[in-house]
């Protein structure tokens, strides 16, 4: 089934000076010479993303777009008119914004996070009320199981996250380290269902398996600094979040256990790789 907004695999019916003319079960679809891949024969199958021309007729390309329908991305707007935006998705054909689509006015420049779907006429567009496009009632998730995280708007209590491009959920404000902005990716775990069925994130798991997670952070982070780190149980919590997006206390527990485990060596400034 032929798939408007996503990859699909097509099968070349003919060649002309045009380019090449792919088979579908809605007719033929144009992939334009200059992006037909060279060689290319009747009988091939490529490859090909489709969308909707300017004339909204079906078309191919080989070009890479930086999001397909379904999926979330951070993009650039291009331009505005009297009726939307215009997103920079990496194809010819800009992707539109409609004002209805905008909790905010969207600005020249500016960079939002957007879900992409098809409109009522199978054109490709773009929201960014992210929220409606998450389940909220049919959680298939457990406690403690690991999950992508995406960071899409801020709150007084922490971070609305997107879980595993499907539900929504809450980073608390303590597990905000360094300086995300929305479309920023991390790895957590689902700490708490609760009964509204609203989801809490973390980005530690539970108990001692936390530590362990935090502790093999530190020493891939030291092998990468060739043994060495100019941090403390004296740093400050926003350089150790900075560097190892931990809390300083789940830090300081990791170190204390690597120093005693004989992995590290501590100074009042610095840890050091106990064989360097």
Known sequence: MLEIGKYNQL???????FGAYLASEAGEILLPQKYAPDGLKPGDVVK???????DDRLIATSQIPKAQVGEFAVLEVKDNSPIGAFLDWGLEKDLFVPFSEQPV??????????RLYLDRSERIAASAKIGKFLEAELISLKVGEEVDLMIYEFTDLGAKVIINGLYAGLLFRNELYGKPVP?????????KIREDKKIDVTLR????????????????????????????DKSSPELIGEVLKMSKKTFKKAIGSLYKDGFIELTEESIKLRNK
């Open 105 to 114: 006015p969207m600005k020249k420049r500016e960079k939002y996070l957007v």
């Open 183 to 191: 479309g920023t990716r991390l790895k957590g775990y689902v700490n």
């Open 48 to 54: 090909v993303f489709i969308y909707l021309d300017s």
């Open 205 to 232: 798991r539970s108990g001692y398996s936390g530590i362990d997670v935090s502790k093999e952070r530190i020493m891939k982070t030291l092998e990468a600094s060739d043994g060495f780190l100019p941090l403390s």
């Open 11 to 17: 099968e070349v019916k003919k060649i002309s000076s």
